[in-house]
């Protein structure tokens, strides 16, 4: 992804650096974590009008290649975020959760009262 979005400023230097470490397809194929299609479409310009200043005869065809894996990244991604593509790929929704009843409160347990006059009277001497 560093290298991805190096792309646009240096140019030369990122297309020196591909090969096997760093393949072309990683690289120059967009790989942004959330595009959106104002991002990609923007990326993709900067890139390829980046691409387009470079005149090193060795880079050629890194160049030629990385341009070609641009396109074709651009494509995949708008074709991605396309509202029909998502609408139709949408999951389904979780079912809603049944809604609980409020229970109803407990009554307050009230001690037995021990201090009844009948009892009193039944100790009494």
């Known amino acids: ?43 993709h310009d900067d890139a390829v009008a980046a691409l387009g200043r470079v005149r090193d005869t060795l880079l050629t065809n890194t160049r030629d290649a990385c341009r070609a894996a641009l396109d074709t990244a651009r494509n995949d991604k708008l074709a991605r975020i ?14 809603p959760r049944p809604k609980r009843r409020p229970s109803k409160p407990v009554p307050p347990v009230t001690p037995t009262d021990s201090s009844s006059p009948a009892l009193f009277l039944l100790f009494r001497d």
């Open 1 to 43: 992804m560093a290298l991805a979005s190096a792309l646009p400023r240096s140019p030369a230097r990122v297309l020196a650096l591909l090969g096997e470490t760093y393949p072309i397809e990683e690289v120059c194929g967009i790989p942004f974590l959330r595009p959106e299609s104002a991002l990609v479409a923007r990326y």
């Open 82 to 95: 396309n509202p029909e593509y998502i609408v139709k790929n949408k999951p389904a929704a979780p079912p």
